[in-house]
């Protein structure tokens, strides 16, 4: 399992090399890549308008132009930042000053018909106690809604033929072992227990850190057809701490299912 999630890990920080590298063509040539932001269609690189760009922690929000451009103002600390648009699969990123200070390209995917979407708010998992150190801290705006999160939906009979995956966009606050030796957080004295992830009941991954576009295989055996399914996300807790339950404080940003 740990092998797995830095796997992860890793992917992520590829992925995000690999959207600012992006070659583009065709409408974009107005574009210069080395001063603005952009979203682009990732298949064709084709720009992307009027796509919602949002950062919940400043309550601000815009919408890209005709071609694909927009603004973010100034970036302290990190945040979140999602994109939607219509047709498209939800897009969010983990965002920080220095990676605010450089043009972001941002590769968007058309959606699929029998993709779901769960949760496309920001939400905030655990007991809003937690340091100021911890990994995103800073960026914590919204009140907890408690240690767990549920959400029930039902999925169209074809996905039992394909591969499926939740797919969590954005996840920040995550204090376990593995987070704080990758340098997410600056706690020196406590770590937390991963959060885990239920599919039906059945534990189906723990996330030990934080990063976007996380993909959690679902085995199909644990798909209902024509019935209800269930997502659970519950936060991890703070293993250091015996005297009380501290639940570990994280922020998530779009949760959807995909087939592929
Ligand atoms: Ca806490």
């Known amino acids: 399992m740990k092998k797995i999630l830095i796997f992860i890990g890793f992917t992520l920080i590829f992925q995000t090399l690999t959207f600012a590298s992006a070659t583009v063509t065709g409408g974009v040539s107005k574009v210069d890549l080395n001063k603005t932001n952009v979203v682009l269609d990732s298949s064709t690189n084709s720009p992307v308008g009027n796509a919602k760009i949002s950062l919940p922690k400043y309550n ?16 302290k600390g990190t945040t979140i930042m999602s994109v939607e648009k219509p047709g498209y699969r939800p897009f969010s990123l983990t965002i920080n000053e220095k990676i605010a200070a450089r043009p972001l390209v941002l590769g968007i995917e058309k959606s699929n018909i029998s ?23 800073g ?3 919204l ?13 169209n009979g074809n996905v039992i033929s394909s591969n499926n995956y939740l797919v969590i966009g954005s996840i920040i606050g995550i204090d376990t072992l593995m987070a704080r030796s990758m340098g997410q957080n600056k706690i020196v004295n406590s770590y937390a227990s991963p959060p885990e992830i239920y599919f039906n009941g059945s534990k189906i991954a723990e996330i030990q850190l934080n990063g976007d576009n996380q993909k959690i295989r679902i085995p199909n055996n644990l798909i209902r057809l024509n019935q209800s399914n269930e997502v659970t996300i519950k936060a991890g807790k703070n ?4 005297a009380y339950v501290d639940y570990d404080d994280i922020e998530i940003a779009n949760i959807s299912i995909v087939s592929e």
């Open 115 to 137: 993709d779901v979407i769960i949760e496309s708010e920001m939400f905030h998992l655990g007991d809003d106690n937690f340091s100021e150190d911890s990994s995103g801290a």
């Open 239 to 242: 293993l250091m701490q015996t």
């Open 139 to 141: 960026a914590f705006r």
């Open 60 to 75: 601000y929000s815009t919408y890209t132009d005709d071609y694909g451009t927009f603004d973010i103002g100034k970036v």
């Open 143 to 155: 009140k907890s809604s408690g240690p767990y999160f549920s959400k029930s939906f039902l999925l």
